[in-house]
Nanobody, 120 residues
Framework: QVQLVDSGGGLVQAGGSLRLSCAAS????????MGWFRQAPGKEREFVAQ????????DYADSVKGRFTISRDVAKNAVYLQMNSLKPEDTAIYYC?????????????WGQGTQVTVSS
């Protein structure tokens, strides 16, 4: 069984920064890539970023390129999302995902989500 625990969300003013963390435990056979998705109220879930566990190659949604950075710590079984220059439109619940294979192909394992609120 895989368990993903998201943390690090909060309330921040526009232009500020937050760092999200995702701690993974349990079965790791699906850990080919990990990523972050987000869902704002009344909107569909959308892809934010992903990172290959093996190669550390990354991919980002156009809306966050240049502002967000995804990274992983193999020793700690953790994935991070550094979010800079935050905008009100970044407000959403952010979910860690294991096994993601692209923007439209999330894996089967999800964190519980962490709320990010950006005030204008």
């Amino acid at each position: 069984q895989v368990q993903l625990v998201d943390s690090g969300g909060g309330l921040v003013q526009a232009g500020g920064s937050l760092r999200l963390s995702c701690a993974a435990s349990g079965r790791t056979v699906s850990r080919s890539s990990m990523g972050w998705f987000r869902q704002a109220p009344g909107k569909e879930r959308e892809f934010v970023a992903q990172i290959s566990w093996m190669t550390s190659s990354t991919d980002y949604a156009d809306s966050v390129k240049g502002r967000f950075t995804i990274s992983r710590d193999v020793a700690k079984n953790a994935v991070y999302l550094q979010m800079n220059s935050l905008k009100p439109e970044d407000t959403a619940i952010y979910y860690c995902n294991m096994g993601v294979a692209g923007a439209s192909s999330p894996g089967n394992f999800w964190g519980q989500g962490t709320q990010v609120t950006v005030s204008s």
